[in-house]
Nanobody
């Protein structure tokens, strides 16, 4: 049984930082992503990592502020978020997929966590 369990969400002031974690079990997918969904908006890709080739991908809106990483020994994927802005507030989801396709295409991801809430106050 595949499980993705996110943690680390919370409430911060603008300019603050949070580090999200996603513990993965039941799959050894090399391609992991973080998505977010704010109220009334579509789910959007935030970052992804392809461990096999040590390649990471970022949305323009978070480039330079967020960092995705993976600890293979702990089967955990992280999303370090710095210089948070009110527009970063959303439920953040961890997802796993086979390789191929656009990294930000949510339909390509096969497994999803239940999400962790991030709120950012101005």
């Amino acid at each position: 049984q595949v499980q993705l369990v996110e943690s680390g969400g919370g409430s911060v002031q603008a300019g603050g930082s949070l580090k999200l974690s996603c513990v993965v079990s039941g799959t050894s997918s090399d391609f992991m992503g973080w998505f977010r969904q704010a109220p009334g908006k579509e789910r959007e890709g935030v970052a992804a990592i392809y461990s096999l080739i040590h390649q990471s991908y970022y949305a323009d809106s978070v480039q330079g502020r967020f960092s995705i990483s993976r600890d293979g020994a702990r089967n955990t994927v992280y999303l370090e978020m710095n210089s948070l802005k009110p527009e970063d507030a959303a439920v953040y989801y961890c997802a796993a997929r086979p390789t191929g396709g656009l990294w930000y295409d949510a339909s390509q991801y096969k497994f999803w966590g239940h999400g962790t809430l991030v709120t950012v106050s101005s």
